[in-house]
């Protein structure tokens, strides 16, 4: 049985329309990210994987990970292109910073 908070998370989710929000980090630049939906993280990640060295590209996430396998995940993108995905429990999965960006943090 699905709870009433799955399901508000499931409709912001399905909401393509997540608003940009803004991280300051501790030089005071400003990182513009949003919320977004698996198949526009998993475009961004493969493109931002790609802007890295290949061999460091073993570092963002493993290469057994698929589309489907973030579908549940909270899961953010840069209005760089950098992104990181937490899964359910709060941890880390995938994180990748797209090297043709400013971003920093």
């Known amino acids: 049985?699905?709870?009433?908070?799955?399901?508000?998370?499931?409709?912001?989710?399905?909401?393509?329309?997540?608003?940009?929000?803004?991280?300051?980090?501790?030089k005071g630049r400003e990182i513009l990210?949003?919320?977004?939906?698996?198949?526009?993280?998993y475009n961004k990640l493969v493109k931002a994987k790609e802007s890295q060295r290949e061999d460091k590209r073993w570092r963002v996430d493993s290469d057994n990970r698929k589309l489907e396998d973030y579908q549940k995940d909270r899961l953010y993108v840069t209005q760089n292109g950098s992104t990181v995905a937490i899964d359910k429990d709060g941890d880390i999965i995938s994180v990748c910073i797209n090297t043709n960006s400013n971003d920093r943090g």
Do not use: H
């Open 1 to 26: 049985m699905v709870n009433n908070g799955e399901k508000a998370r499931e409709r912001k989710i399905n909401n393509p329309l997540f608003k940009l929000e803004k991280f300051t980090d501790s």
């Open 33 to 41: 990210f949003r919320q977004v939906q698996a198949q526009e993280f």
